[in-house]
């Protein structure tokens, strides 16, 4: 009902002249508002691998990504729209992830924040490779045999650890690494591969 | 970039190795120490690394949402990568995995014992592996109107059809109205322009725009939806929730109840939580160090189902905004419009949507205009049938339309010279037309506001409450002033019950302060000490349902006095009470003596003199003995 300030109008008899309905208080754009979220849900993918690039324990990973989308809303009229969307993002994901290498003492062995630094400076400046890379990823995978399709499955989809998959399918953890480590570098080249071919082609 | 490009792919096994254990977690100190001595020094391997890694990373994304990849296609053998290293591919290992020359044998259907061999593997690899997952699909899509939905994977260009099952991640419907039923009982509404996250069966997460949600009866619940500024939980109710540019939180709730719920990102605990009860509407704001404020409740505001065809550009016309600011900027949304009023019934829901940017409109190129006028012209003749087919019925929505009616009118009647006689002859029309039906709705409809309002005070059915509410909006908006005593029976009721009944009486009290004279002030002052004393007489250590609902009546109090007395008393005179972050409040014992003196001046003064005035006999004297 607080827009009901013209109620009074009606009872007048002419209205042609009537003072122009101010616009309210309220700066801040709600077109700008919508392309913001456009430009979230666009970009989601791309900044969710910006972070797991850097960090890639997937629980991790996760938690630093729902943080940063968190921030992102919570201070969207901080964006600048001339600005890439994506270079702001990261840059505040690059600020949760620091926070969370201080406070964060895992018994996991992480990258140092110095090389963490230079990691994430040359990944800004070649997104355009690694977004093709991206494309290439989803033929790459099609061409996996089944039951490496099942593996990879298996272990990003669930929250179970590597040591549980290996129980759970009678092998030991190792030779789950190694499998991984060969499907994972196949799409690697099938990748590089793809580009190459692209670039020539 | 080529250069680039061939260097990526040459990446080192020793590298691979290292990102490999990067990825699982398993580097050792010494495997740390030597990978960063490989990235701190060669950019290309910096590259390489980044690359792998991005794979692990875009396997994760495909991951969280359930499957990373449809298992149901054959391998292509003959297509499979080759390693650079020249290593067989896939090797075969213990036995499990199968060489190439194996698994041909085995397809191409083989001797006895081959086959044995066959059903004993196929068993084993049944055995070992579990089938992929389904994504987790946390709705189901029931119906969509004029939708255009985005998804985060952003490869999905079909929309969504009724029965479609909807998986967890982050969407955005930039046009229509959809219906979102969750698998944890609660039917969503959405309206566009909104970003939305759906978490799991019972959560999601509005980033922004508008929802209302009703779950459906014999469901649990706790079906919560988080906002910024705060989460609301369900309880058994419906309830509409806005999140606009400004990241405030908007909860009106229809029926039951909802706890809104605090958190604290820093130690992501609820930290506390205020009820919020039917036919009441608050405002959260995104910084815990300011309270929330209770507002009118909107009947019209939220759209509570999905309609099954696109209603005629006035109905829509009349429905409430979709946004809780206003648009400085309007010109580029008429400008799109002008542009497509031709073609689409989006521009008509559009249409319906946007307020007020016939009055803002300075920059519209002649062409424009004169695409833009005759079709409003055609749709203000297209509103008159529905104006006059009143009867017995004038209702809110008609009331709203007419009133956008005007707003076209007047942006014509600026813009256009031809617009003016047009105008001329709409305002005839109207304005007979509007006080027949008005007199003839009203005499049909007092009696039962009246004993809508009671019937509210006494805790009648939730139809009933709803028909009070418009009531008390129309009366306002209509300037009935027959419904005022009433409205102050409510009032006056709902504190000698210490505000226990389910009454909102900020609605109410801003409806007297629009209708009401200075002469009324000396009726409410008493109401309103009485339950400012009430408020005083203990003070909440924390947070007080009771203390938080009697400030909510305060501060409206405050307004509807301020507003009759024509003072601006109200901010000065509240004072916190309780801890701050809940936003209690009473009124310094002091002001109400002012408001007295303040109403008894105006109602004196012969510059001041309402419809209601004339009604009195000469030369009485206004109320001045206020107690």
Not at chain 1, 153 to 167: E, F, G, L, M, Q
Not at chain 2, 318 to 324: G, I, M, Q, W, Y
Not at chain 2, 367 to 385: F, K
Request: hydrophobic fraction near 40%; include cysteine.
């Amino acid at each position: 009902m607080a827009k009901h300030k013209k109620g009074d109008k009606h009872q007048s008899a002419s209205i042609g002249s009537a003072a122009r309905v101010p616009a309210g208080g309220a700066s801040v754009d709600s077109k700008r508002h919508e392309e913001f979220g456009e430009l979230f849900v666009r970009n989601q993918n791309r900044l969710y691998r910006y972070i797991c690039s850097v960090i890639p324990n997937r629980a991790d990973a996760e938690e630093l990504f729902q943080q940063t989308n968190l921030t992102l809303w919570k201070t969207w009229d901080r964006f600048d729209p001339s600005r890439r969307f994506l270079s702001w993002a990261c840059g505040i994901a690059h600020n949760h992830i620091r926070n969370f290498l201080r406070k964060k003492q895992t018994k996991q062995v992480m990258l140092s924040q110095e090389i963490l630094e230079q990691l994430i400076e040359a990944r800004m400046e070649h997104d355009d490779l690694f977004e093709q890379r991206k494309q290439a990823l989803a033929g790459c995978l099609e061409k996996l045999a089944p039951h490496q399709r099942q593996l990879i499955d298996r272990c990003y989809t669930s929250d179970d650890t590597i040591k549980d998959t290996a129980n759970s399918s009678g092998q030991t953890p190792n030779a789950i690494y190694k499998r991984l480590r060969r499907i994972r570098a196949a799409l690697y080249d099938c990748v590089s591969r793809s580009l190459l071919a692209g670039a020539h082609g | 970039m080529n250069d680039v490009v061939q260097n990526v792919a040459k990446m080192p096994d020793e590298l691979r190795d290292l990102a490999d254990a990067a990825c699982n977690g398993t580097l050792s100190v010494s495997q740390r120490d030597r990978l960063e001595d490989i990235i701190r020094q060669d950019e290309a391997a910096r590259l390489a690394y980044l690359a792998y890694l991005d794979i692990h990373a875009q396997l994760s994304w495909e991951g969280r949402s359930g499957t990373v990849v449809e298992c149901g296609a054959a391998a292509d053998l003959a297509a499979m990568p080759v390693p650079a290293t020249g290593a067989p591919f896939p090797a075969s290992t213990s036995g499990q995995e199968s060489a190439r020359g194996r698994r041909v044998f085995w397809w191409a259907g083989a001797t006895v014992v081959a086959a044995a061999v066959l059903l004993v593997a196929v068993t084993v690899l049944q055995q070992k592996w579990q089938p992929p997952r389904e994504p987790e699909y946390v709705a189901v899509w029931g119906r969509g109107l004029d939708t255009v939905w985005q998804d985060c994977h952003a490869s999905l260009t079909r929309q969504p059809s009724p029965g479609d099952e909807i998986a967890a991640g982050v969407y955005r419907l930039e046009q229509g109205i959809a219906r979102l039923d969750f698998h944890g009982g609660a039917e969503v509404t959405l309206e566009a322009p909104s970003t939305i996250e759906l978490i799991d069966g019972q959560t999601a997460r509005l980033l922004s725009g508008q929802l209302a949600a009703r779950l459906r009866p014999q469901q649990p619940a706790g079906f919560t939806i988080c906002t910024p500024a705060v989460n609301v939980v369900d309880r058994g109710t419906e309830f509409g929730v806005t999140v606009n540019s400004e990241r405030q939180t908007l909860v009106q709730v229809f029926e039951g109840h909802v706890d809104a719920e605090f958190v604290d990102d820093e130690v992501e605990k609820t930290v506390h939580s205020r009820r919020i009860w039917p036919l009441t509407a608050m405002r959260f704001e995104n910084d815990l160090s300011t309270p929330a404020r209770q507002v009118p409740f909107e009947p019209l505001k939220f759209r509570r189902h999905c309609p099954e065809v696109l209603p005629p550009w006035f109905e829509i016309a009349a429905a409430p905004l979709v946004s809780l600011d206003h648009d400085p900027n309007a010109t580029a949304h008429v400008k799109a419009l002008a542009a497509s009023l031709e073609t689409a019934p989006a521009s008509a829901l559009q249409l319906g949507t946007i307020y007020e940017p016939f009055t803002e409109l300075n920059d519209l190129t002649q062409s424009e205009l004169n695409a833009l006028v005759p079709a409003l012209l055609q749709m203000l003749d297209d509103t008159r049938p529905l104006i006059a087919a009143t009867g017995a019925g004038y209702s809110p929505v008609r009331f709203r339309v007419a009133d956008r009616a005007d707003l076209v009118l007047q942006f014509i009647a600026g813009m256009s010279p031809a617009g003016e006689d047009r105008r001329q002859a709409w305002e005839q029309w109207w304005s007979s037309s509007r006080e027949k039906t008005r007199s003839a709705w009203f005499a049909d409809r007092q009696e039962d506001f009246r004993r809508a309002l009671e019937g509210w005070r006494n805790g009648a059915s939730y139809e009933k409450c709803l028909e009070a509410l418009n009531a008390i909006e129309i009366a306002a908006r209509t300037n009935d002033q027959t419904l005022l005593p009433a409205l102050l029976d409510v009032v006056s009721g709902e504190i000698s019950q210490a505000h226990q009944t389910e009454v909102s009486l900020a609605a109410v009290l801003d409806c007297i302060g629009r209708l009401g004279t200075a002469k009324l002030v000396p009726e409410l002052i008493p109401l309103a000490r009485r339950s400012n004393r009430d408020q005083l007489s203990s003070v909440p250590g924390g947070y007080s349902e009771s203390h938080a609902r009697r400030s909510d009546a305060l501060r409206a109090f405050a307004a509807a006095l301020d507003r009759l007395s024509g003072t601006t008393l109200a901010d000065a005179s509240l004072t916190t009470i309780g801890p701050s972050a809940y936003g209690m409040c009473a009124l310094d014992e002091n002001v109400f003596d002012q408001w007295l003196q303040a109403a008894a001046k105006r109602a004196g003064d012969p510059v001041y003199r309402s419809p209601s005035d004339r009604t009195d006999a000469e030369g009485r004297s206004p109320a001045s003995d206020g107690q």
